[in-house]
């Protein structure tokens, strides 16, 4: 029996028809929990300090993943760990997401996030939540790592204007946390080591050599990676979770940041 030749044409025809089935089960069954460590170093001095980043869980039930992401950030063993927001969209939910970040093996400092007041929580089990680790949920106020720590982590609701003109001590590294990154426009003067937000989750589906087809509010240009503003460099995570029933990413992999600052 001949076998049919393949011919060059042939093959890229068949890979061209191949493509879009391609790209929708990877955006649909692979990507979202296909969770990315990605590693930043803030400065060029020696690090002081190791710790983890990560937001936007939007927990919805999924335990098996949500226990992945809480084993992958203790498998990092880092110094303390940094959540800005969303933790979940429905109060039902809210529970057992706090009942997996309380496995967590280190401090945890947090920030909420639009869903965490849209979903209308009582914030009180998750300040109860994150105080248990060692850490704080911060609420516009702004603590030291650990007793005698030169790390000082500050956290904004963004609910009103100016409300990052804490009193800063400008011989401690002070790390700001908040959910949406365009108020890195909105800090009134303000000077940071570092900002760390959420809330773009990078686009969820990024073109490459384009972007992201399209982003929430309050983003801005500020859609993903490290960027350099005039309050200081700004990291903006990608995020665990998905908006809504938007269950589908493309060339933006879930994410957990390993930060050295």
């Excluded at 529970?95 to 920030?111: C, N, Q, T, W, Y």
């Excluded at 639009?114 to 009180?124: L, Y």
């Excluded at 993903?224 to 005039?230: C, F, W």
Aim: aromatic residues 12%; charged residues 20%; glycine residues 8%.
């Amino acid at each position: 029996m001949k076998v049919p030749r393949l011919t060059r044409r042939k093959f890229i025809a068949a890979a061209l028809l191949a493509t879009p089935g391609l790209i929708v089960a990877d955006s649909k069954w692979i990507e979202p929990t296909w969770l990315k460590v990605r590693h930043v170093r803030i400065g060029n001095q020696k690090p002081a300090c190791r710790f983890v980043h990560f937001t936007d869980t939007h927990h919805k039930g999924d335990l098996a993943y949500l226990n992945a992401v809480v084993e992958r950030i203790n498998s990092l063993e880092p110094d303390f760990v940094c959540f800005t927001g969303d933790i979940i969209e429905e109060e039902n939910y809210l529970a057992e997401a706090l009942d997996h970040f309380s496995r967590i093996k280190a401090p945890m400092f947090g920030v909420p996030g639009n869903h965490d007041f849209w979903s209308k929580v009582s914030f009180e089990p998750i300040h109860k939540c994150f105080n248990a680790s060692g850490g704080a949920w911060l609420l516009d106020e702004q603590c030291p790592v650990a007793k005698g720590s030169n790390i000082n982590l500050i956290g904004i609701t963004c609910s009103h204007d100016n409300q990052a003109k804490l009193p800063l001590n400008p011989s401690l590294t002070n790390i700001l946390l908040m959910h949406y990154p365009a108020w890195a426009k909105k800090l009134g003067g303000q000077k940071f080591d570092l900002i760390l937000a959420g809330h773009s989750h990078g686009g969820q589906v990024r073109i490459p050599f384009y972007g992201p087809v399209v982003v929430p509010f309050a983003v801005d240009e500020y859609d993903l990676g490290l960027y350099q503003t005039p309050a200081g460099p700004l990291y903006v995570n990608s995020g665990i979770g998905y908006i809504y029933n938007y269950n589908f990413r493309f060339n933006c992999r879930p994410e957990i940041t390993v930060i050295e600052i």
